[in-house]
C-alpha cells in the first residue's frame, strides 16, 4: 500500500512539472487542442487495447499511456515519465490515457479535442444501448473492420495464445447465449454488486464483460479478438488450476467458471444471479445404498431391511446435465479395424427418465442411483462424458452420438407435476464445443448458431499467425440445418448449449 500510494504521488508531481509557457490565453490552448497538426500520424491499425494495460517499461499499471502511432503503453505524461521520454526520443506526440479516454500532445501536453478520434475511445471500451442490443439478433449484415476483413459481431475469433482453446471455446459460447449476453453488455447490470475488501472473484466479472463487450462491436479495428486480461483473470482466480500454457478440461473450465461468476456476482443458494437465472435446473435424485458385493446371501438381506439401506430422495439443482456414453468396444473386426458404435441422443438421455438405475462406486460403498428433472432451464447445457481418467493415462470414448439440431423435446423426462406446468420443452442447438485428436494431444473447437441466418459456424483451426499469435476462428463454414454434414462424423462433441426452440433438423456428431 505504500509504495502505490508514494507511485501515485509520483505521478501527481510529475504532471504538475510539465512546463506551461507564460502569458499564454485560455482561448490559444483551445485552439490548440481543436487544431493538432499530428492526428495524421496515428496509424490504427498497430493498436490493440486487449492485452493488460500497464506501462511497457515499470510495468505500473497505474496512470498509463497508450501511444497511438507505435500501440505501446507507457506511465505518465510528466518531465521525467516514460510517456514523455518515448514521444522526445522518438517524435511520438499523441497519447491515450487508458483511464480517463482523453488524448494528449506530448511533449506540449496539451489535450487533444477531436471527434474523429471516437473511433479509437469505442474500440478502446465498447458502450451498448439497450435499443441496440434488443437489435443484435435481428440484424445480419457482415462489418468491415478497420484491417479490411468483415466479420459477424458475436462471431469472431479468439487468439490461442499457448494451449488456451479448451477456454477460448467455452467463452465463445457462453457469448452467444442471449439473456447472459444481454447482461454483460450493460456494465450498468452489475456496476453496483459490492463485493467484501480483499476480494478479487469480481474482476471475472469485469473481465468477462469486458470480453463480452469486444466480441460484439461492431466497430473493431481487427476480426479478432485476445482474451489475455480474461484469462489473467481466470488464472488469478482459479488459483493456477486453469492456465494459458497448459491444456485443460472445457468441461472442469465451464463447471469452475459458471460457479465463480455466480457467487461473484453475489448469488448464493438462495439467492440467484443471472447465471442460475440462464442455466439452473432441479431434479430428484432417487438413491439407494447397496451391500457389498463380497458378503453372503444372507448377510445382504439382512441388511437390505434397515432404514440406511432403503431408497432415498432428494432434490438437486444443476447447470449442466452430464450424459454418459456406452463402453467403446474393445476389440478389432475381422478387417483389423475398430467398430466406432453410434448412438441416438435420447439413448443417453435415458438417464434422466427416472427408471434407469446405474451404481456408482465410491472408496467404502455402493450406491444404485437413478435421476429425474423437475424443472427445466431456460438454456440448457449438455456435457458429454467422454474422458475417463485412471492412475495411468486418460482415455478417450469415440462414439458417434447422433442428434438434432433442432426440435428437442424434453418432456417425457420431467415429474408428472413439472409436465403439467412446463410451459415449453423443446430446445434447439446454439452452441457445441468438439475435441479433436487424442486426450493429450487434441484441440477443441466450436460451432455457433447465427441467430439471424439460423446456420451453424464452424471455426476451423488453420495455419495462420498475426503477431506471434494463431488465430483460432478464421474460416467459417456454414453448416446448414436441415440435411446431414458429411464431415461431421470428424466432429468429437464434449459439450453443447440449447435454446428454448421448435424445428426440425439433425446432425451426426462424433
Not at 132 to 160: C, E, F, M, W
Not at 245 to 272: C, E, P, R
Not at 358 to 364: A, I, L, P, Q, S
Amino acid at each position: 500500500m505504500v509504495s502505490v500510494k508514494r507511485e501515485r504521488q509520483i505521478d501527481v508531481e510529475e504532471e504538475d512539472e510539465v512546463p506551461k509557457k507564460i502569458g499564454r490565453s485560455q482561448n490559444e490552448d483551445d485552439h490548440r487542442s481543436r487544431h493538432c497538426p499530428y492526428l495524421d500520424t496515428i496509424n490504427r491499425s498497430v493498436l490493440d487495447f486487449d492485452f493488460e494495460k500497464l506501462c511497457s517499461i515499470s510495468l505500473s499499471h497505474i496512470n498509463v499511456y497508450a501511444c497511438l502511432i507505435c500501440g505501446k503503453y507507457f506511465q505518465g505524461r510528466g518531465l521525467k515519465s516514460h510517456a514523455y521520454t518515448h514521444s522526445v526520443q522518438f517524435a511520438h506526440h499523441v497519447f491515450l490515457n487508458l483511464h480517463t479516454l482523453k488524448f494528449y500532445c506530448l511533449p506540449d501536453n496539451y489535450e487533444i479535442i477531436d471527434s474523429s478520434l471516437e473511433d479509437i475511445t469505442y474500440v478502446l471500451k465498447p458502450t451498448f444501448t439497450s435499443q441496440h442490443i434488443a437489435s443484435l439478433d435481428k440484424q445480419g449484415k457482415l462489418y468491415r473492420a478497420y484491417d479490411g476483413t468483415t466479420y459477424l459481431p458475436g462471431i469472431v475469433g479468439l487468439n490461442n495464445i499457448k494451449a488456451n482453446d479448451y477456454t477460448n471455446v467455452v467463452l465463445q459460447a457462453l457469448s452467444n447465449v442471449p439473456p447472459l449476453r444481454n447482461y454483460f453488455l450493460e456494465e450498468e447490470n452489475y456496476r453496483g454488486i459490492r463485493r467484501p475488501p480483499g476480494d478479487i472473484m469480481f474482476l471475472l466479472v469485469q473481465r468477462f464483460g469486458e470480453l463480452m463487450r469486444k466480441l460484439w462491436n461492431p466497430r473493431n479495428f481487427k476480426a479478432h479478438v485476445s482474451p489475455h486480461e480474461m484469462l489473467q483473470a481466470v488464472v488469478l482466480c482459479s488459483k493456477k488450476t486453469f492456465q494459458i500454457t497448459k491444456q485443460g478440461d472445457a468441461v472442469d473450465f465451464l463447471s469452475w467458471f459458471l460457479n465463480a461468476l455466480h457467487g461473484a456476482l453475489g448469488g448464493t443458494k438462495k439467492k440467484s444471479s443471472i447465471v442460475t437465472k440462464v442455466f439452473q435446473g432441479s431434479m430428484r435424485i432417487f438413491s439407494k445404498k447397496l451391500p457389498h458385493p463380497d458378503l453372503p446371501v444372507e448377510e445382504k438381506e439382512a441388511l437390505l431391511i434397515r432404514e440406511e439401506y432403503q431408497e432415498k430422495m432428494s432434490e438437486s439443482p444443476f447447470l449442466y446435465l452430464t450424459l454418459d456414453l456406452p463402453t467403446a468396444p474393445l476389440y478389432k473386426d475381422e478387417k483389423e479395424q475398430l467398430i466406432i458404435p453410434q448412438v441416438p441422443l435420447f439413448n443417453i438421455l435415458a438417464k434422466f427418465n427416472g427408471i434407469m438405475e446405474k451404481e456408482y462406486k465410491t472408496y467404502k460403498e455402493n450406491f444404485l442411483k437413478r435421476f429425474q428433472l423437475t424443472k427445466l432451464p431456460p438454456y440448457l447445457i449438455f456435457c458429454i462424458k467422454r474422458f475417463t481418467k485412471n492412475n495411468f493415462f486418460v482415455e478417450k470414448n469415440p462414439t458417434i452420438v447422433n442428434f438434432p439440431v433442432t426440435n428437442v423435446d424434453l418432456r417425457e423426462y420431467l415429474t408428472e407435476e413439472a409436465q403439467a406446468t412446463a410451459r415449453s420443452t423443446t430446445y434447439d442447438l446454439v452452441a457445441n464445443v468438439v475435441h479433436d485428436g487424442k486426450p493429450s494431444e487434441g484441440a477443441y473447437r466450436i460451432h455457433v448458431l447465427h441467430h439471424v441466418s439460423h446456420i451453424m459456424l464452424n471455426n476451423r483451426e488453420v495455419d495462420f499467425k498475426m503477431n506471434g499469435f494463431s488465430i483460432t476462428w478464421v474460416n467459417c463454414v456454414a453448416l446448414c440445418p436441415g440435411r446431414l454434414v458429411p464431415t461431421a462424423r470428424a466432429v468429437t462433441d464434449c459439450l453443447s448449449v440449447r435454446a428454448p426452440g421448435s424445428g426440425t433438423s439433425s446432425k451426426t456428431c462424433r
